[in-house]
């Protein structure tokens, strides 16, 4: 790995790397694609379109991880699709996509941003609290994978 990981905009050269990044973790964890992240996956383009961002780490060129930035409306953005390389070493490279969602969704007009997860991953709980997001109480989940949301105030 190089000494210099490059965050970049999504491009259409990185497409495969951001639905196999993803479905290789969805599936590890879960067992099975639900009708949501085969939508996604689908419609990664209409999705930036409509607003929405992903942003890929790159070592010399080579994806190692990839976030995805959505708008909800009403200034509610969602941060999603969070992936990375299970091949190549990537330290800081997930953060580093994650921090560019923040700053995408602050500067396109965010009030509040949003990230729905399950909560057996503790540890990217801890990451997203020490990055200001706060549990929200009155969650209701909309599928068995999520059990759990988060929302930063900006």
Same mark, same amino acid.
């Given at each position: /790995?190089?000494?210099?990981?490059?965050?970049?905009?999504?491009?259409?050269?990185?497409?495969?790397?951001?639905?196999?990044?993803?479905?290789?973790?969805?599936?590890?964890?879960?067992?099975?694609?639900?009708?949501?992240?085969?939508?996604?996956?689908?419609?990664?383009?209409?999705?930036?379109?409509?607003?929405? /961002?992903?942003?890929?780490?790159?070592?010399?060129?080579?994806?190692?991880?990839?976030?995805?930035?959505?708008?909800?409306?009403?200034?509610?953005?969602?941060?999603?699709?969070?992936?990375?390389?299970?091949?190549?070493?990537?330290?800081?490279?997930?953060?580093?996509?994650?921090?560019?969602?923040?700053?995408?969704?602050?500067?396109?007009?965010?009030?509040?941003?949003?990230?729905?997860?399950?909560?057996?991953?503790?540890?990217?709980?801890?990451?997203?609290?020490?990055?200001?997001?706060?549990?929200?109480?009155?969650?209701?989940?909309?599928?068995?994978?999520?059990?759990?949301?988060?929302?930063?105030?900006?």
């Amino acid at each position: /790995m190089s000494a210099v990981i490059r965050v970049v905009l999504y491009d259409e050269q990185y497409r495969d790397a951001f639905v196999d990044f993803n479905t290789q973790w969805i599936l590890s964890a879960f067992g099975s694609l639900d009708a949501e992240d085969r939508d996604v996956f689908s419609h990664v383009e209409e999705r930036i379109r409509d607003g929405a /961002m992903v942003f890929f780490a790159l070592d010399d060129g080579v994806p190692v991880a990839t976030c995805m930035v959505n708008p909800l409306g009403g200034g509610n953005w969602e941060i999603c699709k969070l992936g990375s390389s299970n091949e190549i070493p990537h330290p800081g490279a997930g953060r580093k996509t994650f921090e560019a969602c923040m700053e995408w969704a602050t500067s396109h007009g965010a009030k509040r941003v949003l990230i729905v997860m399950n909560s057996r991953f503790t540890a990217a709980i801890d990451i997203f609290r020490r990055y200001g997001f706060r549990e929200i109480k009155s969650f209701i989940p909309d599928s068995e994978r999520h059990d759990v949301a988060f929302e930063y105030i900006v």
